[in-house]
T-cell receptor, first 113, second 112 residues
Framework: NAGVMQNPRHLVRRRGQEARLRCSPMKGHSHVYWYRQLPEEGLKFMVY????????ESGMPKERFSAEFPKEGPSILRIQQVVRGDSAAYFCASSPDRDYGYTFGSGTRLTVV | SQQGEEDPQALSIQEGENATMNCSYKTSINNLQWYRQNSGRGLVHLILIRSNEREKHSGRLRVTLDTSKKSSSLLITASRAADTASYFC????????????FGTGTQLKVEL
């Protein structure tokens, strides 16, 4: 079992471009979560998804950010028209059900220049 | 201040000593979890303790939970240099969302 796979590991985008971050959960895990970590800070919840459904997106900025977890394929976190403040590490995690610990991916480090 | 605050922010000890980290939170919870993060890496789940549990062990780790004080502690016994990392507590407030709220972490350094 390869664990939670995130790609790319590092992503550099110019201001105004789009960033697409991918996450493949562990085999058998149907719950996916995205978190953002700014330097020297803890993780901040963004969105919780199950297959084809957004369960909780209370941590997502109202504009430019979207997430999906289609029936087939990885979960995608999309950031449109990136700004410097979007620079952060974005972590994806998965779990088999509620009330279980998460398994985290290694993260995608987004740098906006 | 945010849900899930760790204390101390940083801790430096000698190999072989015990390390204790504390976490306080504000709202009622379904469970509390501890994670470790090595520099530049993802988080690794260490232990989950449910709101009706008071203590849990896993290897050299011991976690306690006091829901009346809204606090938890993580004890690492006989620390090793490889334990050097940041440690985060995270609370699940329940409500079906399974959303975790993380604290800002304790940076542990174990010196030889």
């Amino acid at each position: 079992n390869a664990g939670v796979m995130q790609n790319p590991r590092h992503l550099v985008r110019r201001r105004g471009q789009e960033a697409r971050l991918r996450c493949s959960p562990m085999k058998g895990h149907s719950h996916v979560y995205w978190y953002r970590q700014l330097p020297e800070e803890g993780l901040k919840f963004m969105v919780y998804l199950q297959k084809e459904n957004i369960i909780d997106e209370s941590g997502m900025p109202k504009e430019r950010f979207s997430a999906e977890f289609p029936k087939e394929g990885p979960s995608i976190l999309r950031i449109q028209q990136v700004v410097r403040g979007d620079s952060a590490a974005y972590f994806c995690a998965s779990s088999p059900d509620r009330d279980y610990g998460y398994t985290f991916g290694s993260g995608t480090r987004l740098t906006v220049v | 201040s945010q849900q899930g605050e760790e204390d101390p922010q940083a801790l430096s000890i000698q190999e072989g000593e015990n390390a204790t980290m504390n976490c306080s939170y504000k709202t009622s919870i379904n469970n509390l979890q501890w994670y470790r993060q090595n520099s530049g890496r993802g988080l690794v789940h260490l232990i989950l303790i449910r709101s009706n549990e008071r203590e849990k062990h896993s290897g050299r780790l011991r976690v306690t939970l006091d829901t009346s004080k809204k606090s938890s502690s993580l004890l690492i016994t006989a620390s090793r240099a490889a334990d050097t990392a940041s440690y985060f507590c995270a609370t699940d407030a329940g409500g079906g969302g399974n959303k975790l709220t993380f604290g800002t972490g304790t940076q542990l350094k174990v010196e030889l």
